[in-house]
């Protein structure tokens, strides 16, 4: 079913439908952003926005509430944009597929956008209301709030009157967080060189991972593509030389990587003992790594001989080992507590001037 008419309440997901309407993604809000003060100006309110497309909505107390303190409703406008690999969909020109699912409000192929525009629309729906009684009411939302706070950073708050704010942005009722999860953006370039070699061609993937937010979801241990592709590459060398031709996975800093892919150049004659050694492994992942409601597969596809331009390994071999499998790149130790870390290993590879660009993030479990 595409509609969302019958939920309730019912004007907070008629809000949220015409948000899912507007492509949102984490720097790509200048849009979503002038809805809302269209909003504001159809429903003649106060509003704010400044040139990084944070929006304050002002509405002033109802009769009768007119000297109770002012409340802050606190929400943020971006979504984390992911898809899965088959789906057409441009996030950033197209709005979300939405349909429900028995209990469940879903997007086809995508992220919902849940967190947090579930937020947006609860404070349209107040604000859009005249039989609900309230104080003068600030409505603060922040843009690329998914990508470091980079909204909240920037933002003159100097307008607002209230003390009390009530943040939508959170996973339970009751509890209450003083802190968030961190992040450390990490750019590194290796230069490497290309050489000539011939051999059998070997496509390696690892599909099947349940993904999730990086800061909420990363202690589940639900496996990191990037993680167990370096474990599957520096197992292959330790039985067979290689080149690699091509090499990617993750798609987003605070996205746990649920794919990754690999082209390699292998020996003829080590072809068996290699795509034996893809199977073991992929039956020990069966057993080792949960994966909800998905199953991991490790696989491979062989293909004719070639003569062709590969990396040269001799150093991209040994920081593959060092920054996907050395323990200290996965967790970090703050005052005795152990934190795991989301890598995004390898999201360039610049062929052209031989340098291969890694994008290392770590975001830190906010728990």
């Not at 979300?96 to 729906?125: H, M, P, S």
């Not at 009751?174 to 590194?188: D, E």
């Amino acid at each position: 079913m595409s509609t969302l008419e019958h939920l309730y309440p019912e004007r907070v997901f008629y809000y949220f439908k015409q948000i899912a309407a507007i492509p949102h993604g984490s720097g790509n809000t200048k849009a979503i952003s002038d809805y809302l003060v269209k909003f504001a100006k159809e429903h003649a309110l106060t509003w704010y926005q400044d040139e990084a497309n944070n929006v304050v909505l002002v509405k002033e107390a109802s009769k009768g509430y007119e000297k109770a303190p002012a409340i802050i409703i606190q929400g943020h406008m971006d979504m984390v944009c992911e898809k899965e690999k088959d789906c057409n969909l441009d996030m950033d020109k197209e709005g979300l597929r939405l349909y429900v699912d028995g209990d469940f409000l879903k997007a086809e192929g995508t992220t919902l956008g849940g967190d947090d525009g579930i937020a947006v629309a609860y404070a349209l729906a107040i604000l859009e209301s005249d039989e609900i009684s309230h104080p003068k009411l600030e409505v603060v939302i922040t843009v690329d709030e998914e990508i470091g706070m980079l909204g909240a950073a920037v933002m003159d708050l100097s307008m607002l009157t209230g003390h009390t704010m009530l943040n939508i942005d959170s996973d339970e009722e009751g509890i209450f967080l003083t802190g968030c999860a961190g992040g450390m953006a990490l750019n590194v370039s290796i230069p490497v060189t290309r050489v000539r070699q011939t051999g059998k061609k070997l496509s390696l993937i690892v599909t099947g991972l349940s993904g999730g937010h990086s800061g909420s979801e990363i202690d589940k241990e639900h496996g990191n593509a990037d993680l167990l592709m370096g474990r599957l590459l520096y197992g292959i060398f330790s039985r067979s030389p290689f080149g690699i031709l091509t090499l990617h996975g993750g798609l987003k800093d605070n996205a746990i990587p649920r794919e990754c892919e690999a082209e390699i150049l292998i020996p003829a004659e080590n072809t068996q003992i290699v795509c034996e050694y893809v199977k073991e492994l992929n039956e020990i992942l069966k057993k080792e790594v949960y994966v909800n409601r998905n199953e991991i597969n490790v696989d491979y596809l062989l293909i004719e001989l070639m003569n062709m331009d590969v990396y040269d390994n001799d150093k991209l071999i040994g920081k593959v080992k060092e920054i996907l499998l050395n323990k200290k790149y996965n967790y970090l130790k703050v005052h005795d507590i152990i934190i795991p870390i989301t890598n995004n290993f390898i999201e360039k590879m610049d062929f052209e001037n031989n340098i291969i660009y890694v994008k290392n993030m770590g975001d830190l479990n906010e728990n």
